[in-house]
């Protein structure tokens, strides 16, 4: 499927067919996606977890209850939910890891490329600690550009999903002891595929018009 057409025909799936699993080999692919997201500075401040047993989910629809309770079923009947993390921190272990990540897989021609993009990183992330002091949210939305590259990678795979941000947070970080990591849980998808019960797959897909979604200057 080209990806115009799968973004045309994805949806959030409401309800899961739970008899049906994705092949291994189509979720590799989601995983891959997720790793290759981009993300400023190549900063890559995320962590997945990946539910793919009714154990797994379950421990994860542990933070769909009370409230949040609406999303327990699109947990526990989807063949994989993956809990997307965020690091609270840019601390220096993660970036020293980064740069001997770029320099083992050959994106420095020289010592002061290497430097340069040391400095550059650092350059962000002191911005985002002291002078914006808005490190959590920066790093938050390096999270939703995978969220939004894993959703429209799957819908090219025939995949369905279902992006969740209701869920106790504090259940689930506390559940897989996050903190802990210095990772903290942000958003939820499950995969999976439709069943009949999925009222949203049949529906029309509904967007503002160009006029009012872009200005060209």
Same mark, same amino acid.
């Given at each position: 499927?080209?990806?115009?057409?799968?973004?045309?025909?994805?949806?959030?799936?409401?309800?899961?067919?739970?008899?049906?699993?994705?092949?291994? !080999?189509?979720?590799?692919?989601?995983?891959?996606?997720?790793?290759?997201?981009?993300?400023?500075?190549?900063?890559?401040?995320?962590?997945?977890?990946?539910?793919?047993?009714?154990?797994?989910?379950?421990?994860?629809?542990?933070?769909?209850? %009370?409230?949040?309770?609406?999303?327990?079923?699109? /947990?526990? *009947?989807?063949?994989?939910? /993956?809990?997307?993390?965020?690091?609270?921190?840019?601390? *220096?272990?993660?970036? !020293?890891?980064?740069?001997?990540?770029? %320099?083992?897989?050959?994106?420095?021609?020289?010592?002061?490329?290497?430097? %340069?993009? *040391?400095? #550059?990183?650092?350059?962000?992330?002191?911005?985002?600690?002291? =002078?914006?002091?808005?490190?959590?949210?920066?790093?938050?939305? $390096?999270?939703?550009?995978?969220? #939004?590259?894993?959703?429209?990678?799957? @819908? =090219?795979?025939? /995949?369905?999903?279902?992006?969740? !941000? %209701?869920?106790?947070?504090?259940?689930?970080?506390? !559940?897989?002891?996050?903190?802990? $990591?210095?990772? @903290? &849980?942000?958003?939820?998808? &499950?995969?999976?595929? &439709? &069943?009949?019960? *999925?009222?949203?797959? #049949?529906?029309?897909?509904?967007?503002?018009?160009?006029?009012?979604? +872009? =200005? +060209?200057?």
């Amino acid at each position: 499927m080209d990806i115009l057409s799968a973004a045309r025909k994805r949806h959030t799936a409401k309800a899961y067919d739970k008899e049906r699993q994705i092949p291994e !080999e189509l979720m590799q692919q989601v995983y891959s996606l997720l790793r290759n997201s981009p993300s400023s500075v190549n900063s890559q401040p995320w962590h997945f977890i990946v539910a793919n047993t009714p154990e797994g989910k379950a421990r994860v629809a542990r933070a769909a209850q %009370g409230g949040y309770g609406y999303n327990a079923a699109k /947990i526990l *009947d989807a063949s994989h939910v /993956i809990v997307f993390c965020s690091r609270i921190d840019m601390d *220096d272990a993660h970036l !020293e890891r980064l740069l001997a990540q770029e %320099g083992q897989d050959g994106r420095f021609r020289d010592d002061a490329a290497r430097a %340069g993009q *040391d400095a #550059g990183r650092r350059g962000y992330v002191r911005t985002h600690r002291y =002078t914006t002091r808005d490190m959590p949210q920066w790093l938050e939305k $390096q999270v939703y550009l995978a969220l #939004g590259t894993a959703l429209l990678g799957a @819908a =090219t795979l025939g /995949i369905d999903a279902t992006p969740m !941000e %209701g869920f106790d947070q504090k259940i689930l970080d506390e !559940e897989f002891g996050l903190h802990a $990591q210095g990772l @903290a &849980s942000v958003v939820l998808a &499950s995969f999976g595929y &439709s &069943s009949s019960a *999925d009222f949203n797959a #049949g529906l029309p897909k509904s967007r503002l018009p160009e006029a009012l979604t +872009f =200005t +060209f200057v």
